[in-house]
């Protein structure tokens, strides 16, 4: 089989061609496989290093809830000595509105503290044992930083009804403090 110069040409084409597309397309492409790989690999660490710092969020939460339910209370308000007469209007409005008989509300002397001074403040007041419950709900619910230091209670049977009545009063004692600071 004799190989003619026709052949020795396509022959040539033909390893021109596959040379031409392993250095500009085989070898282009590997480049690119590389350069993509590389970035996988880069993209991996980083979503792995935020998933560990994602994997904390929970316990984030639960610390979050913690406080919450720890200060919840902190947003009341330590107000100026000018307000303290508004806050004893709003409790007696509390004792009327629960329709106390026997209310007396006595002021103490302010004491001072290191960064606030402290009223206490002896109420007395005659009333059923629901009256009294919403009275300190309302006193809890309160927006001023109020603190109830001191409480008596003790059931004042009417005369003339048996021990076992239904219909029995309690008589009610207590020193509430109230905060508030010198501006």
């Known amino acids: 089989?004799?190989?003619?110069?026709?052949?020795?040409?396509?022959?040539?084409?033909?390893?021109?061609?596959?040379t031409s597309a392993v250095v500009f397309v085989y070898r282009g492409q590997g480049k690119r496989l590389d350069e993509l790989e590389v970035r996988i690999g880069s993209t991996k660490s980083t979503v792995d290093s935020q998933s560990q710092t994602v994997a904390i969020f929970p316990e984030l939460v639960k610390q979050v809830k913690s406080m919450r339910d720890r200060y919840k209370n902190f947003d009341r308000r330590l107000p100026g000595r000018q307000e303290l007469g508004g806050f004893l209007k709003e409790i007696s409005g509390y004792l009327g509105d629960e329709h106390f008989s026997d209310q007396l509300i006595e002021p103490g002397s302010p004491t001072r503290q290191e960064l606030f001074h402290t009223l206490p403040i002896i109420m007395r007041f005659r009333g059923s044992y629901l009256t009294s419950v919403d009275f300190f709900k309302r006193i809890e619910e309160m927006q001023r930083l109020t603190r109830i230091q001191k409480l008596k209670i003790t059931k004042n049977t009417p005369k003339g009804s048996g021990q076992n009545s239904d219909d029995s009063v309690l008589d009610i004692e207590l020193q509430l403090n109230i905060y508030f600071t010198e501006s």
């Open 1 to 18: 089989m004799k190989i003619t110069k026709d052949i020795w040409i396509v022959i040539g084409i033909l390893a021109a061609m596959v």
